[in-house]
């Protein structure tokens, strides 16, 4: 079982940019397909941004296409989220989370991953 820690949140102003990481222990990041989703106060966990297990597949909600980048290093069991020109609407909570399963391209379906982190916050003022 994989345990993963988020950071990298904070306030922003519009326009800016945050880099979000996720960490990972007890067993290689290597093995799973990994995901950002968020979720704001009221709504549903949104799909942000997933990787497959080497790097080689990347997909994007067209919220954030163009301005999200996600990132992987496995060497370092570290997962990365580039987040340039941040809007308000991109105000919630992050969550990075693993997928057990080898699928090309990665889900995008909270429900189909196993792990989850705690999460973090990014909140962007207009």
């Known amino acids: 079982q994989v345990q993963l820690i988020e950071s990298g949140g904070g306030l922003v102003q519009a326009g800016g940019s945050l880099r979000l990481s996720c960490a990972a222990s007890?067993?290689?990041?290597?093995?799973?397909?990994m995901a950002w989703f968020r979720q704001a106060p009221g709504k549903e966990r949104e799909f942000v941004a997933a990787?497959?297990?080497?790097?080689?597949?990347?997909r994007y909600s067209d919220s954030v296409k163009g301005r999200f980048t996600i990132s992987r290093d496995n060497a370092k069991n570290t997962l990365t989220l580039q987040m340039n020109n941040l809007k308000p609407e991109d105000t919630a909570g992050y969550y990075c989370?693993?997928?057990?399963?080898?699928?090309?391209?990665?889900?995008?379906?909270?429900?189909?991953?196993?792990?989850w982190g705690q999460g973090t916050q990014v909140s962007v003022s207009s």
């Open positions: 007890g067993r290689t990041l290597s093995t799973y397909s």
């Open positions: 989370a693993a997928d057990r399963e080898f699928t090309i391209p990665p889900k995008t379906t909270a429900a189909l991953y196993d792990y």
């Open positions: 990787i497959s297990r080497s790097g080689g597949s990347t």
